[in-house]
């Protein structure tokens, strides 16, 4: 009796798991080729003896990032690296929206501001990075401006895009009933610009993280930048593999963030239908 119901029990579980994985082929065949390649990478270390210092083992890799884990250390150097992310996210974000809805609802501006945007797009943030570290100090604020920069421009392209994309005969029938520019901005070109705004932010809070660490390496006391540092001086290859998988997963879950709050917002749009990326 009790073996029978163990049997019942385990059925409809196996039965679950099936059906998830028929609904989301993807994602068994996402995990099944990272064992692959996190086997081969391990046989390959083993086989040819590279020594770990040039290449190490996933294992080794694996017993860094536990060791990380586990100091309390690592989750401040976290935490300012994330406050940094975030924070030169949300300026950069705010100030390429104003720019690109100022220059997206006048065509003046944008043949006279947007060239001078562009141009300084097209300077290395790495190359001015060291003066903005002079300019606002090596404290937590030149981090901020650094992600700010790079994170801007992509939400002010896809802004301006998106505004530009708005059906001509929807903004001709509303000038017909007498509607104003805010109403027309509202009703038409907003709603219009609003995929494109996400993909722009999507792309541009990845960029952050870069941001992030392109300032903590000029000059930097704390953060996971700073603490890559660290590890290639000390010559701890697993160290660095460590921090970088840290990196990605904060990437990753920033990214997911943003695609779950562009399905609330943008709730109208299907997945096949969200505008590429024009910054890339």
Not at 80 to 90: D, S
Not at 170 to 194: E, H, P, Y
Not at 209 to 237: H, K, P
């Amino acid at each position: 009796m009790t073996d029978s119901k163990i049997v019942l029990s385990r059925e409809p579980s196996s039965g679950a798991i099936a059906a998830a994985i028929k609904r989301r082929p993807e994602v068994g065949l996402s995990l099944l080729l990272l064992v692959v390649f996190l086997g081969g990478w391990e046989v390959i270390v083993r086989l040819f003896a590279i020594p770990a210092i040039v290449v190490p083992a996933p294992t080794a890799i694996a017993q860094a990032l536990w060791i990380n884990l586990n100091t309390s250390r690592f989750y401040y150097h976290i935490g300012v690296t994330l406050w940094e992310i975030l924070a030169g996210f949300a300026i950069g974000a705010t100030v390429g929206l104003i720019i690109g809805v100022s220059i997206g609802q006048s065509k003046l501006l944008e043949k006279t501001v947007y060239p001078y945007v562009v141009a300084f797009q097209t300077v290395p943030k790495v190359a001015i990075a060291p003066m903005i570290v002079i300019w606002f100090g090596y404290g937590i604020s030149s981090k901020i401006v650094i992600t700010a920069l790079i994170a801007f421009f992509p939400v002010v392209v896809n802004c301006i895009v998106g505004m530009n994309a708005a059906p001509p005969q929807q903004i001709d029938m509303l000038r017909s009933f007498t509607a104003s520019r805010w109403q027309i901005f509202r009703m038409v070109k907003l709603q219009t610009a609003l995929p494109y705004i996400f993909a722009g932010l999507d792309v541009a809070v990845v960029l952050a993280v870069i941001g992030a660490i392109v300032g903590e390496f000029i000059g930097a006391q704390a953060g996971l930048g700073y603490l890559l540092l660290q590890r290639n001086f000390s010559m701890d290859t697993a160290g660095s593999f460590a921090i970088l998988i840290v990196l990605s997963l904060i990437g990753v879950g920033l990214h997911q963030v943003m695609s779950l709050l562009r399905q609330r917002v943008v709730f109208w749009v299907e997945r096949d239908d969200i505008p590429a990326n024009e910054s890339t």
